[in-house]
């Protein structure tokens, strides 16, 4: 058993508690290798931002669960060598069994997320109910789900959108001890989360849901999920050094700074990161077709990386300066 505040990490809530009361949101972004975690501690180091970091668990396949956790650990030392005091947390991203969040909790991480969304609501708070029970008697807070998000990422995956039913969420929290929730409001995974024919607007999140679930849980720490822009110069740049992403689009990022000053206070971020990563390091193949130093090409897309999130924390989410 490896508890988190031996790697130097914190729990959710007392930052969760901040971001209600300062009207902002903590950045939940993703990460799969080491130049993405640095470029996340690095821009979070720089803007004073308290951070979320998630991993999925195709993420932790890929990684290593040993792996990872040490990478925890020495991305908390980079903060502390920074001299920044930065609230970091390490968060599993769409756990899907009660056995793989107690792997977690026992790896170090200190909030874990069961979605049991694709059960019925009888069984998602029993399923919720029962992870609650293990992480809290180790300290580590719970994110719950009501409602489907479409698309795909990751290991994630559904055809449609189920909204989130404002009238269910008082007895799935108080049946279930969640310490915070994601609902449905439009929102969906991946790079192409809506069919919007050119000159289209994007279709507006449904914040009468949210207004109406903020009623219902006045206070209480509310999560969005599939919140990527899908940034249009990422999609160009790919498209442009021989990519092909016809229809790629997401959030615009004024509903997102809407939904930040809101009871929202985890916004999650994981194409916006992958696209970035990959248009730069599309782009340094196409200008110089005969690199092949790994360092020549994941360097340049781990500043492009740092760049990206510090506009995020500062323009987005409101949560640079917070830390």
Partial sequence: ??????????????????????????????????????????????TKSPVILQVSSGARKYANQILLMYMAKGAME???????????????????????????????????MIDGSGHSFKENIELTKKVVAYAHAHDVTVEGELGVLAGIEDEVSHETTHYTRPEEVEEFVAKTGVDSLAISIGTSHGAYKFKVKPGEEVP???????EQVEKKLPGFPIVLHGASSVMPQYVEMINKYGGKMENAVGVPED????????????????????????????????????????????????????????????NVLGSAGKA
């Fill in 78 to 112: 980079m903060v502390k060598n920074s001299g920044v005091k930065l609230p970091v947390a390490l968060h599993l991203d769409h756990g899907d069994t009660y056995e793989l969040c107690v792997s977690c909790v026992e790896t170090g991480f200190s909030s874990v």
């Fill in 204 to 210: 507006p999140l449904r914040f009468d849901i949210l």
């Fill in 255 to 314: 509903q997102l700074r809407r939904a930040a000053k809101s009871a929202v206070c985890k916004i999650n971020i994981d194409s916006d990161g992958r696209l970035a990563m990959t248009a730069k390091i599309r782009e340094v193949f196409a200008l110089n077709p005969k690199e092949f130093d790994p360092r020549k090409y994941l360097g340049p897309a781990r500043e492009e990386l740092v760049k990206m999130y510090k506009h995020k924390n500062e």
């Fill in 1 to 46: 058993m490896h508890s988190y505040k031996e790697l130097g990490l914190v729990s959710t809530k007392e930052m969760y508690a901040k971001a209600i009361k300062g009207q902002y949101a903590i950045p939940g972004y993703n990460f799969n290798n080491m130049e993405q975690l640095q470029a996340i501690i690095t821009a979070c180091i720089e």
